[in-house]
Structures are given as structure tokens and as C-alpha cells.
């Protein structure tokens, strides 16, 4: 059950967010990408603890199946490190962006 996913739920959360000074003080529009980061969030960390870290713990994955798990995983953290990264309330982080930068993937 995605807790998420829901309009009733993200438009809910939308307004307390809203109405909360930590996240107004960055806008208008922070509170809209708070929610979306955190339904894209739950997504992805679903993605990563229910289908993909089974996969990887199955001890018959092995050579390029596990090459291209690994590399799926790699774009789910990815795509995670971009919705933390988002919202301006959260680059508190790490408040740079060297770090995201993606470096050339690695050619098989």
C-alpha cells in the first residue's frame, strides 16, 4: 500500500505544508514540490526494498544479471538523490551538487 498516492492524501499534506513556516519560507510552490518528492520517494524506495533488494540478495544472481540489477539500482538511487535534492528544504543535506553529478556510465 503506497501511503502517497493518493489526491485526498497529497492534497492533505500539500496544505499542512503549506501553512508550515519551515517549508513556506522557500515559496509558494515548496510545499507542491515537497509532495511530489515524497510520493516519487516512496515509489522509488519501494522499488529498491520490495523487488529490487530480493533480487540482489538471491545467491543464484550472478555475471551480467547482476550487472544489469546493479545498474537498475543505480538509476532507483539516481532518481532518489534527485527528489532529496529538489525541494529547497532539503539541500540542507548536502548543500551542493557536485556530488549529484553524474559521472560517464560505465560501458559493458
Not at 20 to 27: E, F, I, K, R, T
Not at 56 to 79: R, S, T
Request: with cysteine; hydrophobic share 40%.
Amino acid at each position: 500500500m503506497q501511503l502517497m498516492q493518493t489526491a485526498g492524501a497529497m492534497g492533505q499534506l500539500r496544505e499542512r505544508l503549506a501553512g508550515c513556516p519551515l517549508v513556506s519560507q522557500y515559496g509558494p510552490e515548496e510545499s507542491e514540490i515537497l509532495v511530489q518528492s515524497f510520493s516519487d520517494l516512496e515509489a522509488s524506495f519501494r522499488v529498491f526494498l520490495d523487488e529490487q533488494l530480493p533480487k540482489l540478495a538471491d545467491p543464484n544472481l550472478k555475471g551480467e544479471q547482476l550487472e544489469d540489477l546493479l545498474m537498475e539500482i543505480q538509476g532507483e538511487f539516481q532518481h532518489i538523490l534527485y527528489h532529496i535534492h529538489d525541494p529547497k528544504f532539503f539541500r540542507v543535506v548536502e548543500p551542493t551538487h557536485e556530488w549529484l553529478v553524474l559521472a560517464e556510465a560505465v560501458q559493458k
